[in-house]
């Protein structure tokens, strides 16, 4: 497809209104783009497209009124944002595939590699402090070994997933609900800004489309298309993420999930996915495993930051988890497993070296976790 026709196939899509694959579909044997937009100008569309298309024609006419083709998509090239087709060779295989694919996308940075294993990592928005922890490793490690990581940049298990995959030098790319010249959530303005420059942002929505509840179910198939498998970390037994889940399944895709507590709420979700069939994973090597990938020989946090065991910092993290203990607690255990006490004074400058360092953090007052 030469720039012109694209031109106007970013007018006809826009002029149709979020994605209608059957108009589009019967536009497509009225003529090409650029003959539709004639027929609308001379207002003559309606003779085209009569019966149950009538008033998607008259919406059309009316759009194309002040509609300057060549300058709104010179206008989308300056803002850096690509535009593709399905058709296209720089459309995304795997999501072509699927029943319902998008008729186009929007994208900004960069598209995944076809030939890369590819893995969506999605959870809850409000998650604990182990699904945190887990994102984070699964994210970096998955990365680190080459496997391109997928979500929607949402808060919580999505984004975290993200960064990491990015931190570790990988590619991630962020699916929105939105226009692509849209950040949302607002607080996750770093992320997308990163993503851009290092990975990617795609949507089937136009530039300028606000973000809607109604707008992210459909969004999650191309969150599930674009992948090999989905990880699910954290999940409520009535979640959001289960729609990606089961839309994952529709398209033969491999399904994840990391076991939790029973008592746990927010791994009731991933509890009752694995009890119903879906694969329980416990390391990100276990998954590089299944997929086929070599594993990373030593855990992402070992390469990043070299604590030794023998060391005061080493025992101190190694004794830290996902979910947070108290400095007595660790100060307990730290002694019981040593046979040699810290004074206060001295576990308080450990901890912050640790804290500062990236390596841990402090939640809820003196209450400390594992970060990588």
Not at 30 to 35: K, N, Y
Not at 69 to 97: C, D, H, M, Q, S
Request: overall charge negative; charged content about 20%.
């Amino acid at each position: 497809m030469t720039e012109r026709e694209k031109a106007y196939m970013h007018w006809l899509y826009q002029a149709v209104g979020m994605s209608n694959r059957g108009t589009l579909k019967r536009l497509e044997q009225i003529g090409t783009p650029e003959e539709i937009y004639g027929l609308a100008v001379q207002g003559r569309l309606e003779e085209k497209l009569s019966g149950r298309y009538r008033s998607k024609a008259e919406q059309i006419t009316a759009y194309t009124v002040g509609y300057d083709v060549e300058a709104a998509y010179a206008k989308l090239a300056a803002a850096g944002i690509n535009f593709v087709t399905a058709g296209e060779p720089e459309y995304p295989k795997r999501l072509a595939e699927i029943p319902d694919a998008p008729y186009a996308l929007y994208y900004a940075g960069r598209l995944p590699e076809e030939a890369r294993p590819t893995v969506a990592i999605i959870g809850a928005r409000n998650c604990s402090e182990y699904g945190r922890g887990m994102a984070r490793q699964f994210g970096e490690t998955l990365a680190a070994a080459g496997v391109q990581i997928i979500s929607g940049m949402a808060r919580g298990i999505d984004g975290i997933g993200q960064q990491a995959a990015l931190r570790a030098g990988g590619y991630s790319l962020g699916v929105l609900g939105c226009g692509v010249d849209i950040c949302y959530p607002p607080d996750n303005r770093p992320l997308y800004e990163e993503l851009i420059l290092s990975g990617g942002i795609c949507s089937e929505y136009p530039p300028g489309i606000t973000p809607r509840a109604v707008l992210f179910p459909p969004r999650n198939r191309i969150i599930s298309g674009l992948c090999d498998a989905v990880l699910v970390i954290e999940a409520k037994e009535r979640s959001g993420t289960l729609i990606t889940v089961d839309m994952a399944l529709e398209q033969g895709r491999e399904v994840y999930a990391l076991p939790g507590r029973a008592t746990d709420p927010l791994s009731q979700g991933c509890n009752r996915l694995i009890r119903q069939g879906a694969a329980l994973v416990l390391s990100p090597q276990e998954l590089l495993r299944e997929l086929g990938v070599a594993c990373v020989s030593t855990e992402v946090y070992e390469q990043q930051v070299l604590f030794k065991t023998e060391s005061i910092s080493g025992r101190l993290l190694a004794l830290l988890d996902y979910q947070p203990k108290s400095m007595e607690q660790i100060r307990q255990e730290y002694a019981g497993l040593y046979g040699e006490g810290l004074s206060v004074p001295e576990l308080c400058r450990e901890l912050l070296g640790l804290c500062t360092g990236g390596a841990a953090g402090m939640v809820g007052g003196n209450y400390y976790v594992k970060i990588m």
